[in-house]
């Protein structure tokens, strides 16, 4: 496994229940509860808080001397798909998105053609008597447009498809 932080690329091997560092001074890495890691080389310990990660994106958000670094981690499998072109094989495809519920449109803030991000709001729709926004599961671009605002919506109605 690999793991990329600020420009500096360390690979690790897991032996003996423990994740070492390969081609530097001797790294091991040990939990120390839920959110917490101890790095430990021949001359010092370094204690790292793990504040976020995103398995999607295969990112880690860690805590180290009141600093907040991400690190991006590579695996065998990721290596062997970039190299054979199938680098996001893995990633799931979003085409299309649906009512998760019946409902009243109350707007669209989207357009076909327009490129969206994951995360952004698309889509009020209003669902007993509470506003919901629709966000977009996947970036991408809009192919099409199947809703207007204050049009009714069955659960699974297909709202908007992706290019």
Same mark, same amino acid.
């Given at each position: 496994?690999? =793991?990329?932080?600020?420009?500096? @690329? %360390?690979?690790?091997?897991?032996? $003996?229940?423990?994740? #070492? /560092?390969?081609?530097?001074? *001797?790294?091991?890495?040990?939990?120390?509860?839920?959110?917490?890691?101890?790095?430990?080389?021949?001359?010092?310990?370094?204690?790292?808080?793990?504040?976020? =990660?995103?398995?999607?994106?295969? @990112? %880690?958000?860690?805590?180290?001397? $009141?600093?907040?670094? #991400? /690190?991006?981690?590579?695996? *065998?499998?990721?290596?062997?798909?970039?190299?054979?072109?199938?680098?996001?094989?893995?990633?799931?495809?979003?085409?299309?998105?649906?009512?998760?519920?019946?409902?009243?449109?109350?707007?669209?803030? %989207?357009?076909?053609?327009?490129?969206?991000?994951?995360?952004?709001?698309?889509?009020?729709?209003?669902?007993?008597?509470?506003?919901?926004?629709?966000?977009?599961?996947?970036?991408?671009?809009?192919?099409?447009?199947?809703?207007?605002?204050?049009?009714?919506?069955?659960?699974?109605?297909?709202?908007?498809?992706?290019?």
């Amino acid at each position: 496994m690999k =793991v990329q932080i600020q420009n500096h @690329t %360390v690979e690790f091997a897991k032996e $003996n229940n423990q994740w #070492t /560092a390969n081609g530097h001074s *001797p790294v091991t890495v040990f939990s120390q509860g839920e959110q917490t890691l101890l790095l430990q080389t021949n001359n010092q310990t370094i204690q790292v808080r793990c504040l976020s =990660v995103d398995r999607l994106a295969k @990112t %880690v958000t860690i805590l180290y001397n $009141n600093q907040k670094y #991400t /690190a991006k981690i590579t695996e *065998p499998m990721d290596e062997l798909l970039k190299s054979m072109g199938l680098e996001n094989a893995m990633v799931p495809k979003i085409s299309e998105i649906k009512a998760p519920m019946p409902g009243l449109v109350l707007d669209v803030l %989207v357009s076909v053609g327009q490129t969206v991000e994951m995360g952004e709001k698309i889509i009020t729709l209003e669902a007993m008597k509470m506003e919901n926004a629709i966000k977009s599961p996947t970036a991408g671009t809009v192919a099409s447009v199947h809703v207007t605002k204050g049009q009714a919506v069955d659960k699974n109605f297909v709202l908007i498809r992706f290019e």
